[in-house]
């Protein structure tokens, strides 16, 4: 569990320094942005599926992770070089629709 919330913890950072730096301060060979958006947010969403105790956790873990990603699309608005991007955040809400879906299918929480 510790492990779980150590990686959280970090990814979570590693995407918040990620979508709040200048795009100059990012390397110029990057994969797709909206692929690194679906990707990062799908790994935060498997993160939380570890660490949610029942399905309502898990919901609130989901929603809030998806708030956070509006959050972020917003606040990039101060930063230079950045804006708000509804792509983006369409490419947050399917990684964690992905992984929530998988989670249903597979039963992974009753």
């Avoid at 060979?29 to 947010?41: T, V, Y």
């Amino acid at each position: 569990m510790v492990l779980e919330q150590l990686l959280f913890i970090g990814a979570g950072l590693a995407m918040l320094a990620g979508c709040l730096v200048p795009n100059s301060w990012l390397p110029r060979r990057l994969p797709n942005d909206k692929l690194m958006h679906f990707a990062g947010f799908a790994f935060l969403s498997l993160l939380a599926l570890r660490l949610a105790h029942d399905g309502h956790q898990l919901v609130y873990w989901m929603l809030g992770l998806l708030a956070t990603g509006l959050l972020v699309e917003c606040l990039q608005i101060l930063v230079p070089e950045r804006s708000f991007c509804w792509r983006d955040m369409a490419a947050n809400a399917a990684g964690i629709a992905f992984v929530a879906v998988g989670a249903q299918i597979y039963g992974v929480l009753a």
